[in-house]
Nanobody, 123 residues
């Protein structure tokens, strides 16, 4: 069982930046591909970014390419999501998730989830 804890969310003005973190409780994060998802009020959870076990491969939703950057530090069991040029439509709860296969975009394909961190972007 992998336990994930997100942090770094908050209230930010449009145009600002945030770096979200996802820390794992076990030293086995390097075995998992990781993904970030977000869920806006009244909407379904959507994929935004993923990273392979080694960190050598990343993939993004088209809607966030160029503004979101996913990275990981396996030595620290942590995955990051850098968000630049924040927009009000980026508002939502951001979740990290661990999966056994790289390249996944569907929430059902991920095995472990954190509790989420709230990001609110004011206009």
């Amino acid at each position: 069982q992998v336990q994930l804890v997100e942090s770094g969310g908050g209230l930010v003005q449009a145009g600002g930046s945030l770096r979200l973190s996802c820390a794992a409780s076990r030293p086995a994060l390097s075995s998992y591909a990781m993904g970030w998802f977000r869920q806006a009020p009244g909407k379904e959870r959507e994929f935004v970014a993923g990273i392979s076990q080694s960190g050598g491969v990343t993939w993004y939703a088209d809607s966030v390419k160029g503004r979101f950057t996913i990275s990981r530090d396996n030595a620290k069991n942590t995955v990051f999501l850098r968000i630049n040029s924040l927009k009000p439509e980026d508002t939502g709860v951001y979740y990290c998730a661990a999966g056994r296969t790289s390249g996944l975009r569907l929430a059902n394909d991920y095995d472990y989830w954190g509790q989420g961190t709230q990001v609110t972007v004011s206009s």
